[in-house]
Every structure is written in C-alpha cells, then in structure tokens.
C-alpha cells in the first residue's frame, strides 16, 4: 500500500511548465528539462538503490515514454521490490538462532527433583562463574534456594553482568548471591574463602579450554587446569566439603591436546582423592561434549561469521564432535551433584557426533541464506592440538548405563594411580614450574596420564 501511496502522490507533485498542441496528437505536455534535471538524476540514484515505486513512477512519467512501458517498467519493479522485502523479512539473524535446533537428535531433559532435597539451604561454591556454563550454573542452583552461592571468578565484568542480570529479572533469590572475585591458582586467597565461608559444595568449572592457545601455554593450563583443581581438592577435603563436582571434558578420553591431557589428570586427581582411606568428601566428575552457545564454541563463531557475509571457516570436510546445550550441561552436573557415586565419572547421552560441516550449512539455511551463494564455506586444516573425530571414552575405559538412561557412567577397566603417586606428580610439576623448564610440561603431563608418546595432532 506504501508503493501506491508513494506513487500517487509523486504523480500528483508533478507540474506542467507548458503545453504545445501537435497535428493528429492532441496536446501533449512539456517539461522543463533544466529545471528537473537534477531532480531526475536523484530519482535515477534514489531508484537504483531503494526501488522506490513513488520515484520509478515520478521518474518514468518525466521521461518521453508511451503510457504501456511506464506501466511496465513500475510494476516491474514494483514485484522486484516486493520479493526483495520478503526475502530480507525472511533471513534469521544467526544470533537468534536456538542451539537446540542445530541438534541432530532430541535435547535430553535431565530431571533434578532430587536436588532441593541435597542444595536448599547450602552454601555452594561455583568456580568460573562468569563464564557460560558457570553463569547459567549459578542460576539454575539459586532456584534450589541455597543460603549463599558464592560466585567466584577472576573476571569481575562477568560476575557484575551476572548479579545485575538476576537483580534486573527480578530473581526471588538474587540476593543469595555472593561475588566474589579471585583466581582459583592463589592458594592463599582460595584457603582464605573456603575458611571465611565453608562451603558444603562446590562446582569446579573454572579452566583454561581453548585448544589450540593452550598448545602455545602448557604452562599456564597445567597452572589452572592440574594444579588449581589438585589444591581445591585438598582444601575442600580439609575443610569437610560434602561434595564436590569436576567439570571435564570428552577431549580428556585418550587426550592428545595439552588441554585434554589436563583435564584428565584433573579427572584422575579427583577420582584418586575419591579412592583414599580417609575421604569424607564425595568427589566426582562430569565430563561435557562440546557446548552449543558457550563462548568460543563453533555455534556464536559461525554466527558472527555469516553476520559478517562470510565466509565460514570449517577445519576439515569429515570433522566430528560430540554436541550438548547450556541447559543439559547445567543439568548434568547438578544432576551428578546430587546422585553421583563416590569417585563416579559421568556423561551425558549425546547421541552420534554431528559433522561440524553440516552443522555450517544448518546454520546457513536457518538464516535463510544459500550455502556458497550467499555464504561460503572455506576449510582451514586442523589446528594444534586438535583431532578428527573426538571420542567419549578411552581403550581401557567403557561407557556403563545407570538408573537415569540419559546418563552413562564411565568406568575404567584397570587401576587409578595412587593419592601418593598423584602427590609426587603435583610436587614435579610445581617444580618445572618454579625452575622454569618449559620443555618438559608437556612430557611430564603426558607421562602423568599414561601417554607413552605424544600423539600427534590430527
């Protein structure tokens, strides 16, 4: 209806300078070309790049041009301009896009009525909490109505967007949160908290996941990643933590990145402090596919890719992995917090691994765009650090099912070394660090989970 008006109107604005009257034509109108050249070349420009329907019509009309092919020519843009709109009106931005739509089987819904019983009234400790699992963590655990959930994070940006967003949606327990800034790898201000505020349990998320980085800083993940979880552990040990919850990775299965190979010893820390004599703590661990929507992941990548116009960047043709959401990863660890066995490791059924491939060209189509038309796809070779196809389990692990089907416990088919061994490892560790022999991180850890050479990427 705007096009009409539009038209209607551009008509009626035009004015006849003058009229001449021609043998056999009747009188026809003339213009003052002068007077409306500037005019037409802004209808020209205005035209070409909006299909004005008002300034197509005011424009045809100016010019010498018989009745029929105005005519023509206005509709035709007309229905140009129309299926350009509607096919603008179409296109999803990519940032709107739900996660659980790019799955290729059904998002599992993990029941947690049993976790009001064991989280109500506690005081839970969640590490990395600005982050996107640890953010959505704190969360879900303030509906369980605990007395105080202790935020810890270094990054304070993070932990303030945290606490405005609850205060801002007007969260009935908003102010049982507690932000609190600090690094998980200083000891003294971690004893400092676990002594001020003795929390019951605690969710360890905090860590450094990115693949390809930490290959450049073993250092720094076996800092975070190793030794940060190993002094948690004992601290929450000492002082009587009821449970306590590991968040690892499938990349720890058979690791052959310095960011799964931290991640299982961190996985064989725990599960060794589970197995000794004396132990009042129950540990366990969670192990996560990759997170559809967490920051870094391939989903929000892929996003700002094709906001951009592409291209997407794909590491390889036949590249799998293992796919979760936010709220089945939150899911599974406050499931696993409250039903988990004593040195229990867990994952979640995630069903097939999804090729990231046609997770790109999903995400393309869902915008509304064609894949290599309108975005293309480019591939880039594995980066360091990173494989093929991930794996849930190792060789000497398998996958057992327990009384919840949407969960599998894994289960290794040999020995855990011992609290003493783990021990001696830390303190090797923390002296390469101490004496600076970068050379050896990456041997020392290796040899740590049982690697007899470094595999190499890919």
Known sequence: ??????????????????????????????????????????????MLLGFDAGVALKLFYILPLSAILCASLFFFLFFCRIKITSSSASRRNPHKINA????????????????????????????????SIG??????????????????????????????????????????????????????????????????????????????????????????????????CRLAEKYEVARFVFIST???????????ASKRMGEMIVQSLAESAYCMTRFCAVRFGNVLGSRGSVVPIFAHQIEQGGP?????????????????????VILTATTADQGGLYLLNMGRPVQIIDLAEKMIRLCGLRVGQDIPIVYTGLRPGERLHETLVAAHE???PIANRSILRVTHKGHLPTLTAIDKWVDTIEDCLVHGYDTQFREHLF???????????G
């Open 1 to 46: 209806m705007k096009y009409f008006i539009d038209a209607i109107a551009a008509t009626l604005a035009l004015k006849k300078t003058s009229s001449i009257a021609r043998p056999g034509a009747g009188v026809f109108p003339v213009y003052n070309y002068r007077r409306y050249g500037i005019s037409m070349l802004l209808y020209v420009a205005a």
């Open 135 to 232: 953010s959505e963590l704190c969360r879900q655990l303030l509906d369980y109505e605990p007395e105080l959930l202790i935020a810890l994070d270094v990054n304070e940006t993070g932990l303030f967007d945290l606490a405005e967003g609850l205060r801002a949606r007007s969260h009935p327990h908003s102010a049982n949160l507690y932000p609190y800034i600090g690094d998980i790898t200083d000891l003294q201000r971690m004893t400092q908290l676990f002594a001020g505020k003795r929390p019951s349990i605690v969710f360890h998320a905090a860590a450094y996941k990115h693949v390809p980085l930490l290959e450049e800083y073993p250092d720094l993940a076996i800092r975070t990643n190793v030794l940060a979880t190993y002094h948690l």
């Open 398 to 400: 398998e996958l057992t």
């Open 312 to 332: 997407l960047t794909v590491t390889d043709p036949e590249a799998t992995r293992y796919f979760m959401t936010i709220p089945e990863a939150c899911g599974l």
């Open 250 to 260: 499938d990349k720890a299965a058979e690791p052959v990145s310095i960011m799964g």
């Open 447 to 457: 040899e740590i989970v049982r690697e007899q050479e470094l595999i190499p990427t």
């Open 100 to 131: 659980a739509e790019l799955l290729e089987r059904e998002v599992v819904p993990l029941e947690t009525g049993e976790a009001l019983a064991v989280l109500k009234g506690q005081v839970i400790l969640v590490t990395g909490a600005a982050g």
